[in-house]
């Protein structure tokens, strides 16, 4: 599911360290920030590196209270609710997460945004199809279109509808060639989802074809060769020419 992890892009904490790993270096720096924003309550930039080290450090509680005193102060706030509904669930505090977010869409001045924040909680606690449907009534009068349709698509893969984001990747593709880039890689996705990984070859060697430089086509199919054992040189190479070398 989208969005459901921890902010990243705070100096000098290592995404690949566990919690436990990073802890004594969050701590200096959640002390850092809390001491700045002492000073300056208000700042954006430091409110969210708070929130990133707290995160960093597993510490949720902390940042969902944080998060709660700073939605008292602007409560329509979509940054703020989102990065709560989020932290909600970093903590497994799904049901908040959801009565959160299911607030916010049945509100007087509820936004697409805020019925997308519904569709991404829904998702990430496994309520698929209720995520399906409010993603569907969604999609009927957002201006969203391009990125809700790849989300349905994604979203069909998870719930296990496999032929429709097939058919759907495979209509949008052909349909709209701005959009064939993206619907490739979910056609190859839901092809080794539904493991037939020669269709997924298939569709990005046609794409090769296509587009014989593409540097994300050329590492998709050279990585793909590789798994199924066929046409190994060649795969090198794509690699290769993908990264550069």
């Avoid at 100096?11 to 700045?36: H, K």
Wanted: charged content about 25%.
């Amino acid at each position: 599911p989208p969005a459901v992890v921890p902010p990243n892009g705070l100096i000098d904490l290592d995404e690949r360290m566990s919690s436990a790993e990073q802890a004594p270096r969050c701590d200096i720096l959640i002390r850092r920030f809390t001491a700045n924003l002492a000073d300056h309550p208000d700042t954006q930039a430091i409110r969210r590196q708070l929130l990133i080290a707290l995160s960093a450090a597993g510490r949720y509680a902390e940042a969902v209270e944080r998060l709660r005193q700073w939605r008292q102060e602007s409560p329509d706030d979509l940054d703020i609710n989102s990065q709560l509904a989020t932290t909600l669930l970093l903590a497994g505090r799904n049901d908040e997460a959801v009565a959160l977010a299911e607030n916010l869409a049945g509100g007087e001045t509820v936004s697409d945004d805020h019925r997308w924040l519904l569709v991404r909680v829904y998702w990430q606690v496994g309520r698929l199809d209720e995520a399906i449907a409010r993603l569907e009534s969604l999609m009927q009068h957002s201006p969203m279109g391009d990125r809700l349709e790849q989300e349905m698509i994604r979203l069909w893969l998870a719930a296990g509808r496999i032929d429709d984001a097939i058919a759907r990747a495979q209509t949008v593709m052909n349909d709209r060639p701005d959009a064939r880039p993206a619907m490739v890689r979910l056609l190859t996705m839901a092809y080794e989802t539904r493991h037939s990984p020669e269709l997924a070859a298939r569709t990005l060697e046609t794409e090769c074809e296509r587009t014989p430089y593409d540097p994300t086509i050329n590492n998709d199919l050279g990585y793909l060769w590789a798994d199924m054992g066929v046409n190994l040189a060649p795969a090198e190479r794509m690699i290769r020419l993908a990264v550069g070398q």
